[in-house]
């Protein structure tokens, strides 16, 4: 064996003694050929990790963020081995280093993201499955953001009691640009990297939830919400830590109040200092209810929103005579949504509600609102609340607004039935279109407070949150009266405790057909808004 060096003398040897078992032998100048003409290692293995990745996109397309995997499991997928495996694609949308950069705690930190997923996948884990606002993978921040301490106003959460607390409070739109957390270090150093998320509540009410964002000490949630002020006054940003095996536990605080900041500025940016360490970084700006309610007719051709409900009927064609995008989304709601907690209370991501309200200005028929296209029922909740406060006159109309005011300093509680008869009297009066569109809308409602035990959403709570949007006349109606949220919010409390239930064959409620508490027989509604709207896209 002439020319050959040792590794070929060896494998030159190997071939010999496989000569036995195939009846043939390679030749040194074929051997070399062969070696040519076969891929790397290096190269099979990327290959190998091309295909995988790609079956996981397209079987795990709805997995987008650990809040969800369970989810996935609930609706069938899943439960095998391999689909365990799979769905750890989590861990590849996380912003980690890569691996050939990580130390030696570094994957120990992975290694424990792995174990969390892995028990997510089990039933184990299903008790602790959390709800943030979920998120999809195209989402995933890759690069940190850019965040100058010196471009915002250092807030300390001042501690007031109760004696000198203002007794005044704020209506209208915050709109909160949260950012992201810097220093928000842990107390023991068993885990380098976490899973935290931001609840953002007003007045101890839970208003909105971040994604959940992975990270050691700075977290980038980046998360824009629009969220409704009721006569509030105080704001508090809850830092929680996200773990299946674990209850979540209350890792950062802080509050800030509302009066002393937007006394002389509409927005601000602020680096509000949280307990017990680490800084918060928001961009808050406020509207005014006037501006928020001021019901301007919209001047763009084919318009959705700021245009009135007969022009939008009579050109839609419905023919339950109400608009298709009220219809499409009680529809979704009542689909996948009555046991969500905080229904219509919580708001979505503002991003994509107005991407949601661009496809029903396109074409309120063929928008999508599939959980596969809007994972998050508050965000059709959001656009739904946007289009009855953005009608030029209100659903109930201004004058019988008024009307609706007094009949309710007249209303006797131990006769509700008496009452219910004056109330539907008043709302005889309005345009048929207005009677179909507010009876979809309080059965609706109706339904949503028949799940109260589950979403926790009272007579009270719902009418807080969609009071203002359907009965709050344009401030040009009221002259130069300050908007006053109290009245309508008292109004439709009312309504929601007088409106009698569904039947149960109409309705997916189980519910009594003759009504909640305090209510009276459907048969009372014997007005034209009755038109026993059945479930359908229009």
Known sequence: MPNMNTAEVGHFCFAAKMSKYSGDVFTSEEYRAWLNRVSSTSAIYESIRTQRHADIQKRFSRIQSAENVFDYKQAGGGGGADDDADALQYAETKPLQPMLSRTSSDKRAASQTVKRVRYLLDDGGKAYIPNPAPTKASEGRQIPLDINPSDFLRYKTEKFDEAHRSKKTMSGTLTVHLYGGRGLKTSTRADLY?????????????????????????????????????????????????????????????????????????????????????????????????????????????????????????????????????????????????????????????????????????????????????????????????????????????????????????????????????ILSILDCLPKTNKATLTLVLDH????????????????????????????????????????????????????????????????????????????????????????LQESSC
Not at 401 to 406: C, E, P
Not at 498 to 520: F, Y
Request: with cysteine; glycine share 6%; net charge neutral.
């Open 445 to 532: 409602l109706k339904l949503v407070t028949s799940f109260s035990e589950r979403n926790k959403m009272t007579e009270e709570n719902l009418a807080t949150c969609v009071g203002p949007a359907l009965l709050c006349p344009s401030p040009g109606s009221s002259g130069k009266v300050p908007v006053d949220f109290r009245r309508p919010i008292e109004v439709m409390k009312h309504l929601l405790t007088v409106w009698p239930s569904k039947p149960a064959s109409s309705s997916s409620s189980n519910s009594d057909e003759g009504g909640a508490a305090g209510g009276v027989p459907r048969e009372v509604l014997r007005w034209g808004g009755d038109n026993n």
């Open 194 to 422: 976490r899973d935290l998320y931001c609840v953002i509540e007003v007045d101890r009410m839970h208003k909105a939830r971040t994604s959940v964002r992975t990270g050691d000490q700075n977290f980038d949630w980046d998360d824009l919400f629009d969220v409704d002020l009721a006569q509030n006054q105080e704001v508090d940003f809850l830092v929680y830590s996200w773990d299946p095996q674990f209850r979540h536990n209350l890792c950062y605080k802080a509050s800030v109040y509302l009066l002393p900041l937007f006394r002389h500025y509409k927005s601000l940016n602020l680096a509000i200092k949280m307990e017990p360490r680490g800084t918060l970084y928001v961009r808050l700006a406020y509207t005014e209810p006037k501006l928020v309610l001021k019901r301007t007719p919209s001047i763009r051709r084919n318009a959705m929103f700021g245009v009135d409900l007969e022009t939008i009927v009579k050109r839609e064609g419905c023919v339950y005579g109400v608009p298709i995008l009220v219809k499409r989304c009680i529809d979704e709601v009542e689909k996948r949504g009555l046991d969500i907690v905080g229904l219509y209370q919580l708001c979505g991501s503002a991003e994509r509600r107005k991407e949601l309200r661009l496809a029903f200005e396109r074409d309120s028929s063929r928008a999508i609102v599939t959980p596969d296209a809007e994972p998050d029922v508050n965000v059709i909740t959001g656009v739904m609340k946007d289009y009855l406060r953005e009608l030029p006159e209100p659903l109930i109309t201004d004058c019988l607004y008024q009307m609706l005011v007094d009949a309710l300093s007249v209303c006797l509680p131990e006769d509700p039935e008496g009452s219910a008869r004056l």
